[in-house]
């Protein structure tokens, strides 16, 4: 790949990481300018240099070449995937966006792909992986060069399926750009992320660059029962399918039954009426499922390898996850950390538990602070009783954002415990047989980040170890 006439060897917006024949691409950021990182950039060997807006003042090396774009981040999203060979173009790749249950989803897809007799790569949250190899997520969608990169090693081990999560913040800032997506699917949309992006509108309308990107071959899978899937339908030239409970859907469910074990009900699609049982719990799971059965049904997957996927699936890491260290005792993990993910959690046991459900949340420091009353709310009005801790303070004093929490709870049902472990040991001595504890926020991450650093911490292990 040739830039400016220059034969390029790699590309970065990352000063540190240039070697000698890259190309630096010089991103303004929320927080740093690549355009400070010039000359370290050049020291390190780079080739080409690429800005937007004004020239840069300060005087470049004489090999240094300078390109100037109107947008560094749609050129480092075009030119790494021009610089691994457009991999997307060998790939089926799917698309999930929305607020939550991007990361079950994708973990189905891969289950029915391989159920099927197919390899798929995952790429999300949890972690990016194919063909046996993990390896750890810095963000639930990685930035344009590790993301055309990993493509490019799936497309070179021959990997039919690469399963995406791709977050609100990818989209915004082009890193998904010059990925042909096969499938795009959305699942809902609730307050999430306003930190960022602003307000609810400016949400939306991030998520719906997927959709309104896909071209005439492509898929789109739409939630028909979210209030946003209306306008996501107009903004798509391509084939559809809808998944439901409520409006009629291409693919449903329907004569639901629940239990704190499973969950068993009727697929309904196109020349398919069969009953499918599922480990996985609560009518938002149904939903998942009815998503990734949207997809396997629209690859011509068979409906024996998707029913058997469903049915074979055990659970998501740290989703609605129950440990079961202990003979009796309902103990769940989950990652909800937005109001409707905390909801959902609550209500799907609410009527599965005989006894008491017991809540121990916290809330992200340096994130939407709107939701953090809301969350409060929820927790108080649907449990019998809600422990207040920390998760993840970041710069912010975690007292002060459990004073943001408690602006939403007006029921005497409540105690605080800013240090989390002290917070999970004193939910563990509070059930009994019969109750439920939820810790919510955190589900499969083993961190907590404070102002001072990153400390290891996994509410499986302090659940663990309290119970030992």
């Not at 005792?329 to 905390?342: G, Q, R, S």
Request: hydrophobic residues 40%; charged residues 25%; proline residues 3%.
């Amino acid at each position: 790949m040739k830039i400016s006439g220059v034969e390029i060897k790699g590309i970065t917006c990352n000063s540190k990481a240039v070697k000698k024949g890259f190309v630096f691409v010089a991103i303004k950021g929320s927080l740093q300018d690549g355009g400070s990182f010039i000359k370290e950039a050049a020291a390190n060997g780079a080739s080409v240099l690429v800005a937007q807006g004004q020239a840069p003042k300060i005087k470049l090396p004489g090999k240094l070449k300078l390109v100037m774009v109107k947008d560094c981040r749609r050129f480092l999203a075009e030119a790494s995937s021009e610089f691994y060979g457009r991999p997307s173009e060998n790939l089926r790749v799917i698309g999930i966006t929305g607020t939550n249950g991007k990361t079950t989803i994708s973990y189905l897809i891969e289950a029915m792909a391989r159920e099927s007799g197919f390899d798929c790569g995952v790429i999300g949250t949890i972690n990016y992986r194919f063909k046996g190899k993990e390896i750890a997520a810095k963000n639930t969608t990685p930035g344009p060069v590790e993301l055309q990169g990993l493509l490019a090693k799936m497309r070179a081990q021959r990997i039919k399926y690469c399963a995406m999560e791709v977050s609100s913040h990818a989209l915004d800032q082009e890193r998904v750009l010059g990925i042909n997506f096969a499938h795009a699917v959305f699942t809902n949309l609730t307050q999430d992320h306003l930190d960022y992006h602003k307000n609810l509108e400016n949400y939306f309308l991030t998520k719906a660059k997927l959709f309104s990107a896909l071209k005439a071959s492509g898929t789109a899978v739409i939630n028909n029962d979210d209030k946003y899937s209306r306008r996501i339908k107009k903004l798509i030239g391509c084939r559809l399918i809808t998944y439901g409970i409520k409006n009629k859907s291409t693919v449903m469910a329907a004569q639901i039954d629940s239990g704190i074990r499973g969950t068993e009900f009727n697929l309904i699609a196109p020349g398919v009426n069969t009953r499918i049982k599922t480990k996985l719990i609560g009518s938002y799971n149904i939903y998942n499922i009815l998503a990734a059965v949207s997809w396997g049904i629209s690859e011509g997957l068979c409906l024996k390898d998707i029913k058997a996927a469903i049915e074979k699936f055990k659970n998501v890491p740290g989703r609605l996850e129950k440990l079961s260290f202990k003979e009796g005792l309902n103990i769940f993990v989950d990652y909800a950390h937005t109001p409707d993910a905390l909801f959902n959690v609550i209500s799907a046991l609410r009527p599965l538990v005989p006894a008491k459900i017991i809540v121990i949340f916290g809330c992200g420091g340096e994130r939407d602070k709107l939701k953090r009353p809301k969350m409060g709310k929820i927790a108080s009005s649907l449990a019998d009783y809600v422990i207040i801790t920390s998760d993840n303070p970041r710069s912010e004093d975690p007292l002060r954002i459990i004073k943001d929490i408690l602006g939403g709870i007006r029921k005497n049902n409540y105690c605080v415990i800013a240090d989390r472990f002290k917070a999970i040991r004193a939910g563990l001595k509070l059930i009994k047989k019969d109750d439920c504890l939820i810790i919510a926020g955190k589900g499969h991450e083993e961190y907590q980040i404070f102002k001072d650093g990153v400390l290891h911490f996994s509410d499986r292990e302090a659940v663990q170890k309290c119970l030992r």
